[in-house]
């Protein structure tokens, strides 16, 4: 039985590392698209601070500046607002992914051994007379 499940671990062994560099790959995507949005939301707030700057320049009305100001304060919260949704949704899939490979890995480890728990109970037995 020794001789089988170490064939399985071998096995497993073979495949872990492209399935490690395959859940790298996909974790370096996700990364990637995360920050490429990020990034678009960093050019917008340089876009909109430019913007407002010019506006607030270019108007002698308090009021019309007040207005300005508060426009481009709004945009500020809308992006800081969608990076920390990004960033917790970022969190929470590392977390539920860790989990599940737990839980995997476990069921695994579990079903290994009542396998061989099993086969070692099916196995005849000497009984002993004395």
Not at 18 to 46: P, T, Y
Not at 91 to 98: C, I
Not at 110 to 123: C, F, H, M, R, Y
Request: glycine share 8%.
């Amino acid at each position: 039985m020794a001789r089988k499940r170490n064939a399985g671990r071998a096995e497993e062994g073979f495949r872990a590392p492209g399935l490690w560099i395959e859940i790298q790959a996909n974790a370096f995507k996700r990364f990637d698209d995360v920050a490429r949005r990020w990034l678009d939301r960093r050019r917008e707030a340089l876009d909109a601070t430019r913007q407002s700057l010019e506006e607030m320049r270019g108007s002698s009305d308090l009021g019309e500046c007040m207005r300005i100001q508060s426009d481009w304060v709004l945009g500020s919260m809308r992006r800081l607002t969608a990076d920390f949704v990004e960033m917790s949704g970022i969190a929470l899939n590392l977390a539920q992914g860790a989990a599940t490979q737990a839980a995997e890995s476990t069921t695994r480890e579990i079903a290994e051994a009542g396998g061989e728990l099993a086969a070692a109970g099916s196995k005849p037995r000497k009984h002993s007379t004395e």
